[in-house]
T-cell receptor, first 110, second 116 residues
């Protein structure tokens, strides 16, 4: 069965600093990988999606993620954090259904 | 804009009193999902409909049921809510592309259920 691991349930960065949120999936390559963002009392919003067309995927709000098969990773990055990026982020893999990671709450300090 | 709509956004019910949450979509997607999400946890899939075919997750309690009267609407019925059922309930939709995987899921804003 697929599993998704997000290292760090809480990440705190200063405004303007690099954001790195980690996601690792179990070894069989899934058809699709996703990052979603969730703001308080909201649903999940798609940030970006990997479909094997390109290993570096660009998403909304300046986020991007790189698929690394050798490391079974799909880490999310943003060069410069903004206060509005404070939210919870979920990595997910897709087979017959979605398998979500446990989520990482991003705090952005002024 | 095409979207997933959930009503109400906030629902308060009493212990044991049946409650129905609704979801509608204008995306014309084949698949509709219901998730339960508790505080600081990932969404947990309860069940989904692929067209009219209902698919229940093995660990979904019998207390939870669903109806999909047409492509656009899907309902979540909680027959006898307990205190442990207080959570955010998320509806999502997707197109199913063959059997190799589920495409992007689009989520509604959620309904936060409080059980008194």
């Amino acid at each position: 069965a697929q599993s998704v691991t997000q290292l760090g349930s809480h990440v705190s960065v200063s405004e303007g600093a690099l954001v790195l949120l980690r996601c690792n999936y179990s070894s069989s390559v899934p058809p699709y990988l996703f990052w979603y963002v969730q703001y308080p009392n909201q649903g999940l919003q798609l940030l970006l999606k990997y479909t094997s067309a390109a290993t570096l995927v660009k998403g909304i709000n300046g986020f991007e993620a790189e698929f690394k098969k050798s490391e079974t990773s799909f880490h999310l990055t943003k060069p410069s954090a903004h206060m509005s990026d404070a939210a919870e982020y979920f990595c997910a893999v897709s087979l017959n259904k979605f398998y979500f990671g446990s989520g990482t709450k991003l705090n952005v300090k002024p | 804009d095409a979207m997933v709509i959930q009503n109400p956004r906030y629902q308060v019910t009493q212990f044991g009193k049946p409650v129905t949450l609704s979801c509608s979509q204008t995306l014309n997607h084949n698949v509709m999902y219901w998730y339960q999400q508790k505080s600081s946890q990932a969404p947990k899939l309860l069940f989904h409909y692929y067209d009219k075919d209902f698919n229940n997750e093995a660990d979904t309690p019998d207390n939870f049921q669903s109806r999909r009267p047409n492509t656009s609407f899907c309902f979540l019925d909680i027959r006898s809510p307990g205190l442990g059922d207080a959570a955010m309930y998320l509806c999502a939709t997707s197109r199913r592309q063959g059997t190799t995987g589920t495409d992007t899921q689009y989520f509604g804003p959620g309904t936060r259920l409080t059980v008194l």
